[in-house]
């Protein structure tokens, strides 16, 4: 089984989160795009709170297909569905 199969059976929330946010936070480099994988979706625990992955996009039509594949999710932050 692998990595995202096991988080199908498990995660019942995901949060959308944009790499601009990240980079922010962090503060990593203005120029730093993370290779163009700029679209994420962050696996939380089963408190919702804790993040137990985390999948990178290139577009939001990619993280749409995989948040699809979640389909009894319950999705957070929804502010970050695009740039």
Not at 20 to 36: T, V, W
Not at 57 to 62: D, L
Request: one cysteine or more; a negative charge.
């Amino acid at each position: 089984m692998t990595k995202l199969e096991e988080l199908k059976e498990v995660i019942e929330t995901i949060e959308l989160e944009l790499w601009e946010n990240i980079k922010n936070d962090m503060g990593y480099p203005e120029e730093d795009n993370n290779n163009g994988y700029i679209y994420g979706i962050n696996f939380l625990d089963e408190t919702g709170v804790d993040i137990e992955d985390v999948q990178w996009f290139k577009t939001p039509e990619e993280r749409h297909e995989m948040i699809k594949s979640f389909n009894n999710c319950i999705i957070t932050n929804i502010t970050n569905i695009t740039n």
